[in-house]
T-cell receptor, first 112, second 115 residues
């Protein structure tokens, strides 16, 4: 089955700096890659996603890149703010299965 | 509109007791998913429903776990004879359809503590 690895497990940046979180997946048949933000005591919230027919997608300060050949995708947050502090999860969905495999999460801390 | 709701938000139970966790998906969403999140860990997929049927139950960790969905809406996850290792946050998500769009919307979770 699909295996998703996520790095780093923790990331601390200064306010205004950029943050990058990377994920790799094992199954080349995965075709949908969402990123979720989870704040303390809440369920994960979708912040951005990318499909396998696209290499990059941007939404304001957040961007995601996908390299299908290398089977990795990354989340980029620019001009980080303290409210970006949360746990971020990547995930991969197989095109034929209907379960989503998640990475182990990255705890991002943005220091003011 | 209303998002995914789950109840109870917290549940403390004694080892060996049965528990039922409830998920109410977003209205009109035909696909429903259950995940488990252990402390400081990622999300472990348990089971999904398309309508009332659950084609793949292989993610359930043991035969003590079962789930059902009636009327294509509310789902319950039942854990029988709970064990301490069952302690986790149980998250439910729904999406418009399995075939796409794929975006899953999560509920706030049920924190289960087995003492």
């Amino acid at each position: 089955g699909e295996n998703v690895e996520q790095h780093p497990s923790t990331l601390s940046v200064q306010e205004g700096d950029s943050a990058v979180i990377k994920c790799t997946y094992s199954d080349s048949a995965s075709n949908y890659f969402p990123w979720y933000k989870q704040e303390l005591g809440k369920g994960p919230q979708l912040i951005i996603d990318i499909r396998s027919n696209v290499g990059e997608k941007k939404d304001q300060r957040i961007a995601v890149t996908l390299n299908k050949t290398a089977k990795h995708f990354s989340l980029h947050i620019t001009e980080t703010q303290p409210e970006d502090s949360a746990v971020y999860f990547c995930a991969a969905r197989h095109q034929n299965n209907n379960d989503m495999r998640f990475g182990a999460g990255t705890r991002l801390t943005v220091k003011p | 509109g209303a998002g995914v709701s789950q109840s109870p938000s917290n549940k403390v139970t004694e080892k060996g007791k049965d528990v039922e966790l409830r998920c109410d998906p977003i209205s009109g969403h035909t696909a429903l998913y259950w995940y488990r999140q252990s402390l400081g860990q990622g999300l472990e997929f348990l089971i999904y429903f398309q309508g009332n049927s659950a084609p793949d139950k292989s993610g359930l960790p043991s035969d003590r776990f079962s789930a059902e969905r009636t009327g294509g809406s509310v789902s319950t996850l039942t854990i029988q004879r709970t064990q301490q290792e069952d302690s986790a946050v149980y998250l439910c998500a729904s999406s418009l359809a399995l075939a796409g769009p794929y975006e899953q919307y999560f509920g706030p979770g049920t924190r289960l503590t087995v003492t």
